[in-house]
């Protein structure tokens, strides 16, 4: 039996990290490399790569290949999107037997072709959605002389909460209303919002401090008090 141990991709440059991949999308005679290719190929981690370039899109990006599709056109992307929305919809981590129609568009085996087994593609769907944080905050958006007086400062956050940021804070919240407690761990079908606490118009960052989550009737119900 062959055994080779894995060097480890964190002495390695971006742009040998980049050359690696790029390197092993010519051995397979493509023009885009897959995390379970590039687990099976490269010389590191897929997971440092994503670590290094926020995704593994990114990386992908930045060393002019193309997203990576499956033979049947699943890209890693969709995956992970629609983990994300089976796991939201129970309100918990799914087990293997839950991704199957009609709560999950793709079957339990393409998630496992796809990374491996069933808890590599856990794994990499946490590193996945762990990795969007944008740094960059939008052009400060001062609207009227009275918001100028009061929040004179550019921000440090855009106003937008971004999709997986939204699953963390769900996450961290249990997948409970912060308001009434409702959950669609007891009612499926219930819908959850992660909202700004103090809205972002009033200055407040879209930061996980300043974001809970609430059920749609609480959220509604909220009102001026909660959102002007
Ligand atoms: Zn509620």
Known sequence: MNFELRKTARGLTDEELLEDL?????????????????????IGHATTIQRRFRSWFMALENA??????????????????????????????????????????????????RFGGWSQ?????????SSDE??????????TESAK????KARKTKREIS?????????????RCGACGASPLENRGT???????VPWSKGGETVPENLATKCSRCNLGKGDAFEA
Do not use: C
Request: hydrophobic share 35%.
């Open 22 to 42: 790029r390197r092993v999308a010519r051995k397979l005679g493509r023009d885009t490399v897959t995390i379970s290719e590039y687990t099976e190929h490269g």
């Open 134 to 143: 944008r740094a960059e905050p939008d052009e400060p958006q001062i609207e």
């Open 121 to 129: 593609a856990l794994v990499q769907f946490v590193d996945w959605v």
């Open 149 to 152: 007086k009061t929040w004179p």
């Open 191 to 197: 819908e959850l919002h992660v909202d700004h606490i």
């Open 64 to 113: 002019d290949l193309k997203p990576s599709r499956s033979r049947i056109g699943i890209s890693d992307e969709e995956l992970f999107q629609n983990l994300r929305a089976v796991w939201i919809s129970l309100g918990r981590q799914p087990s293997y037997g839950e991704i199957k129609t009609p709560l999950s568009q793709f079957s339990a085996g393409t998630y496992e072709k």
């Open 163 to 175: 999709e997986r940021m939204r699953f963390r804070i769900l996450v961290r919240d249990g997948f």
